[in-house]
């Protein structure tokens, strides 16, 4: 490999090294944000470990600091300490609120923000987040009464928001989105009355389970767990988090084991919400050899240790209420659809394209440089497999799980890969070419 994982030059990615070892992912990212957010929101002190010290996490506390919430610094392997300021104890920022490149910050912001009557926040970031559409946090909001402006309509930053007095009501979300989900319960903490939530199919639960533990009144019901309610007046208590690897980051391991002749990998310390396990669900259908040890529950998360060798893989087909519960996985899902027998077929997954990128047209354009035979639909594609990829010249266009998706395919590819933009990874995976080239030598 041969290169740091903040680098503009193109890396060498060689063809054909099994993996084998142990692999600890960095720290579950979607808990990391709400670890922030929610230790910001309470009284007295959040004390989180294994917090993931990547970019997106970064910009999150960033927010907080210029509101005036003291976070300490974050550096991988120490604990983090967020001093609580209270519901309401938000200052209004002297400038823009900074977002980088982090859908999470920006769309769980808005619904922190709605309800800090009679302040003003901006809210920005970079070029790809300016163009992802917010109007789905937005709308929902404004029922509540939030005041949040925006270019194309509200749908798109540099967003506005005007705090005012919020009301609780029934909010029907037409995704499941724990994004939106979770915005929408932390307009609820100051709003006037119970707020309800209902899902198509149940997201990601992490808000959920963090706001109980933070002293939140929370009830989870409805036909697959779809519909939260909560009823505000309980004051959130500052917590010690203990933050599990992210299952997201643990997928290209998974998956990379699974397909390259001669590897067997111990991924250890993975966060296994059974929200989040879609991922385990399809590599059990397609026959991977992959087996769960030392299960246990840490702070109200369960946790496990994922032992993966490579063997023979049938096709998959995914598609309706498994897709919440493993969109993040696709990108790696559809490479690992390259090495099975049969054609693999992914659907409803439409929310792939307002991603980072839009990931199923960029990973359909870069698998298909590789030589990867699969059509693109609106909502999904459709992979064969048992074909032969070929090393070529390939990008991540910026998207983290792009960017190890392809150093997942490249070890399986005949011939040399060069993947241009490999720093993408660092959004959620800092240490991603280091344990890559560790793991293969």
């Not at 970079?126 to 709308?139: E, I, K, Q, Y």
């Not at 696709?330 to 997954?349: H, K, N, W």
């Amino acid at each position: 490999m041969g290169l740091p994982a903040h680098t503009s030059t193109p890396l060498q990615l060689p063809a054909g090294p099994c993996l084998r070892g142990r692999v600890r992912v960095p720290g579950d990212k979607s808990i990391s944000h709400r670890a922030l957010l929610f230790g910001a929101i309470a009284e007295g002190d959040t004390c989180i470990e294994g917090l993931l010290p990547a970019e997106d996490p970064l910009s999150t506390a960033a927010c907080l600091r210029a509101m005036g919430v003291t976070v300490s610094e974050i550096r991988a392997g120490e604990t983090v300490t967020v001093q609580g300021v209270g519901l309401d104890g938000f200052r209004e920022p002297t400038a823009v609120l900074e977002c980088g490149n982090s859908g999470t910050t920006m769309r769980l912001m808005l619904g922190l923000l709605a309800g800090r009557v009679g302040r003003h926040f901006v809210l920005s970031g970079d070029a790809s987040l300016r163009g992802r559409p917010m109007g789905r946090v937005a709308a929902p909001l404004a029922q509540m009464g939030a005041q949040i402006h925006g270019r194309s309509d509200g749908n798109l930053a540099p967003l506005a928001v005007q705090g005012q007095p919020l009301r609780g009501t029934t909010i029907h979300t037409p995704v499941a989105s724990a994004q939106v989900k979770s915005a929408i319960l932390l307009a609820g903490l100051t709003a006037a009355g119970a707020t309800t939530v209902i899902e198509p199919a149940q997201s990601r639960d992490h808000s959920e389970r963090m706001l109980r533990a933070f002293g939140a009144q929370l009830e989870v019901g409805g036909p697959g767990l779809t519909q939260v309610t909560l009823t505000p007046g309980h004051g959130l208590r500052g917590q010690t988090v203990v933050v599990p690897g992210d299952i997201s980051s643990a997928a290209f391991w998974l998956v990379a084991a699974a397909i390259t002749p001669g590897s067997e990998l111990t991924v250890e310390n993975v966060g296994l919400n059974p929200s989040r396990t879609g991922i385990l669900e399809v590599l059990e259908q397609m026959g991977a050899r992959i087996s769960v040890h030392s299960r246990r529950d840490v702070a109200g998360e369960p946790v496990g240790d994922l032992q993966v060798q490579h063997g023979p893989l049938q096709a998959f087909e995914i598609g309706g209420e498994l897709i919440p519960r493993l969109v993040d996985e696709i990108p790696v899902l559809a490479v690992a659809a390259c090495a099975a027998e049969g054609t693999s077929r992914i659907r409803d997954a439409a929310e792939l394209r307002v991603k980072e990128t839009d990931r199923l047209a960029v990973m359909a354009r870069q698998l298909g440089t590789m030589g990867a035979r699969l059509e693109e639909f609106e909502d999904g594609m459709a992979i064969g497999g048992g074909g032969e990829l070929r090393g070529a010249e390939v990008d991540s266009e910026t998207d983290h799980r792009v960017a190890m998706s392809l150093a997942v395919a490249a070890g399986i590819a005949r011939g040399r890969t060069t993947l241009h933009r490999p720093e993408a990874a660092a959004v959620s995976y800092p240490g991603f070419w280091d344990d890559l080239r560790r793991l293969s030598s």
